[in-house]
């Protein structure tokens, strides 16, 4: 089964279109990186998934459940992170946690919860009126934790936190994925969501414009860059020339080369060699920050033949 499936969805405010005939499938199991800019139409999507608005068109299933008919039976097997809880001043971070347990009918350890989350004792007892936004922030992913959701959804889980927090959140996530949780991680911190998910969707408009493993992504965007250490500048025009590199930096000492993604690297090092002498090189791999510029900048392309997944369950749309 999947966890999360949209066919065609599309929700419309007036004359917005937030989210435009969208395909998304997210397998069981796995860590999603639900990522776009500003605007983009992530939230709307998680909305929907919740059943909290409904689509002007198309479907979404979220665990086998239709979200909008049967949006309670599917938020009760969710644990939802969203941006901007609301946590009650006046009442301790434990009162909360407790309530959560509660209103879910779930038989977790308050105590273990908050001390998963990095809420030590005493904090847990203060009113969250007095909470730091990165303990506030640790407390709603506790609250998100209860009832061993089968279904994560995280909307900026690192908003606030420190960058212990931050790693803690990832070691979080891993183990709720370890034990078969499926996490749907939105985001803004592209250095989190590369460390921690298995395949990143990216929204552009209302539709997704790639989605994938990120190796993939790179593999599509094509190439790598080579940083090459010379022994003097070569002429910058004649490297430009090698056939295979699509941007070239000349440094007194370096040579950086920006490749296609067909080129073959040990060619244009052997061409390279001809204006200068190689000494050495390094190369890096492209950044999710640069895959997600390409997907999302004014002149970039929707990539229509990533998600080979959403077919299977559009019934063939
Ligand atoms: N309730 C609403 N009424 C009218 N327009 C809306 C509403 N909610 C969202 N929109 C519009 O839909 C589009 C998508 O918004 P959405 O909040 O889904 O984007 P997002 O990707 O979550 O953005 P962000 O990264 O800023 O949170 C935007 O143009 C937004 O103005």
């Avoid at 919740?50 to 599917?74: H, I, M, N, Q, Y």
């Avoid at 790693?167 to 985001?187: C, L, N, Q, Y």
Wanted: proline letters at 3%; aromatic letters at 4%.
């Amino acid at each position: 089964m999947t966890a999360i499936t949209t066919n065609r969805l599309t929700k419309r405010y007036g004359g917005v279109t937030a989210v435009n005939d969208l395909d998304l499938t997210v397998e069981e199991g796995e860590v999603f990186g639900f990522l776009g800019p500003n605007g983009a139409g992530k939230s709307t999507t998680i909305n929907v998934l919740l059943g909290f608005t409904s689509p002007t068109a198309g479907r979404a299933t979220v665990l086998g459940r239709d979200a909008v008919t049967e949006s309670k039976s599917v938020r009760s097997r969710i644990g939802l992170l969203p941006e901007g809880y609301h946590l009650y001043e006046n009442l301790t971070g434990r009162h909360h946690i407790v309530s959560a347990i509660e209103t879910k009918r779930a038989s977790d350890d308050p105590d273990r919860i908050l001390e998963r989350v990095g809420l030590a004792s005493d904090a847990a007892h203060r009113p969250v009126g007095g909470y730091s936004k990165g303990m506030a922030q640790r407390l709603t992913l506790g609250i998100a934790l209860v009832g061993n959701p089968e279904l994560l959804i995280l909307d900026e889980p690192s908003s606030g936190l420190d960058p212990t927090g931050i790693k803690h959140v990832r070691e979080i996530v891993r183990e709720e994925a370890d034990r078969g949780t499926t996490v749907f991680f939105s985001s803004h911190h592209l250095e989190q969501v590369e460390k921690v998910c298995d395949r990143i969707g990216i929204m552009r408009d209302g539709s997704l414009a790639t989605v994938g493993d990120i190796d993939t992504l790179r593999e599509k965007t094509g190439g790598n860059v080579i940083t090459v250490t010379v022994e003097s500048p070569p002429d910058a025009a004649r490297v430009r020339d090698i056939a295979g590199v699509s941007d070239v930096t000349v440094t007194e000492t370096t040579v950086r080369l920006a490749c296609t993604p067909e080129a073959e690297q040990i060619q244009i090092l052997n061409r390279l060699d001809r204006f200068t002498t190689v000494q050495e090189f390094e190369t890096e791999d492209t950044s999710l920050e640069s895959l997600f510029e390409t997907f999302t900048s004014d002149d970039a392309t929707v990539d229509h033949d990533t998600d080979d997944r959403s077919g299977v369950d559009a019934g063939g749309e």
